[in-house]
């Protein structure tokens, strides 16, 4: 009998030890805004301050230091109720990977390396210059597929660092056509796509640093030859307590829209995108944040296509978990540039401005 009840315990000791854990969670976004760009309008919107989306994620204790890990994610519009990417379902995470002393190795998709840097910089909404200016950190790469995403163990406190490589990024068909409604596919003799990236975190009190980096192959194949492309980004911030401060400075290969080839000897300017932005919590509550930001050859041409970007945003706690704010966009296009604030109506703004204004709820679960 005292043999048997040594067996039940030690198996539930055992089952204890090696269980698993799962957490759903999510983010609600939704905002009232008007927008201009070659004309104006006003409307519900969702994602403007955060992303709305629904995700679970788990992690199995596999005893001797080891986890199996496990993300799935997928984005959701409050203002229709619409799953965000029609092209797939779990379009912001879908990976899983195996941690230990070693660190950790997550397969599937994935933040890029840049991609998880521009997350400590700006939100990459639709306000913020990297998602605006069409950055690879805030658009075609800010996740990808089919990676293999390397975490290194931590040899250093508040030091983090990471190597990637994928097979295909989403985004590229194998023509290398850039369609973000698409997911990278690979196929046999084609590189349209594949990348490889490293980033590089260091956090010491109220000082904060990143460095990422990415190169990608044969982005547009409409051209003869390697058309490789590459981006660079790098921020530094400092907590004052009365005030946080971080620069940003990108610089990479010219990105042309989707589906849009490139035209021989005019997309030649590496493209530029530099900023500060300044945190003022005026309460426990209340944060008041400004940016300003400049980006050069925006469409990567010689000519005169420069753009300064200007953003300012209130986030007020109402608790833990919800919150209210309000935002304002503003963009001054130069002679050769056309963006717009949060995908603003109309694109003939040349040589022209286009500005938001927003105020929304957000709350998580």
Do not use: C
Request: glycine share 12%.
């Amino acid at each position: 009998m005292k043999k048997t009840l040594l067996a039940i315990a030690a198996l539930a000791a055992t089952s204890g030890a090696f269980a698993q854990s799962v957490t759903l969670y999510g983010v609600l976004d939704a905002s009232v805004e008007s927008v201009k760009g070659g004309s104006t309008t006003t409307r519900l919107s969702s994602d403007n301050l955060s992303s709305s989306r629904v995700g679970v994620k788990g992690s199995e204790d596999l005893g001797d230091g080891m986890h199996a890990n496990f993300a799935l994610e997928t984005n959701v519009k409050v203002d229709t109720g619409a799953q965000g990417n029609t092209a797939r379902f779990f379009d912001r995470a879908a990976w899983l990977g195996l941690q230990g002393g070693f660190g950790e190795v997550r397969v599937g998709r994935i933040d890029s390396s840049i991609g998880d840097i521009a997350g400590n910089v700006l939100s990459a909404q639709a306000y913020d210059d990297f998602k605006i200016a069409n950055t690879r950190a805030g658009n075609a790469y800010r996740r990808v597929d089919n990676s293999i995403t390397y975490y290194l163990p931590t040899f250093l406190q508040g030091l983090s660092a990471q190597l990637q490589y994928a097979t295909a990024a989403a985004g590229f068909k194998t023509t290398g056509g850039i369609d973000t409604a698409v997911a990278g596919t690979e196929a046999a003799g084609v590189d349209a796509g594949k990348s490889y990236g490293m980033s590089v975190k260091y956090v010491a009190g109220p000082f904060s640093a990143g460095l990422g980096y990415l190169s990608a192959k044969d982005e547009q194949t409409q051209l003869a030859g390697n058309q490789k492309g590459n981006a660079a980004l790098l921020y530094a911030g400092y907590d004052f307590g009365v005030v946080k401060l971080t620069g940003y400075y990108d610089s990479e290969t010219s990105l042309a829209s989707a589906n849009t080839a490139l035209v021989a000897g005019t997309n030649s300017k590496r493209f530029q995108l530099y900023g500060a932005k300044l945190a003022v919590p005026f309460s426990t509550k209340f944060v008041l944040t400004t940016s300003l930001s400049k980006g050069k050859h925006v469409n990567g041409l010689d000519a005169d296509n420069n753009v300064t970007f200007v953003s300012v945003k209130g986030v007020y706690e109402l608790s833990k978990r919800t919150s209210l704010y309000g935002m304002v966009g503003y963009i001054d296009n130069s002679a050769q540039s056309n963006l717009v604030v949060a995908a603003a109506p109309g694109t003939a703004v040349l040589d022209k401005n286009s500005h938001g204004i927003a105020f929304g709820i957000r709350h998580a679960f």
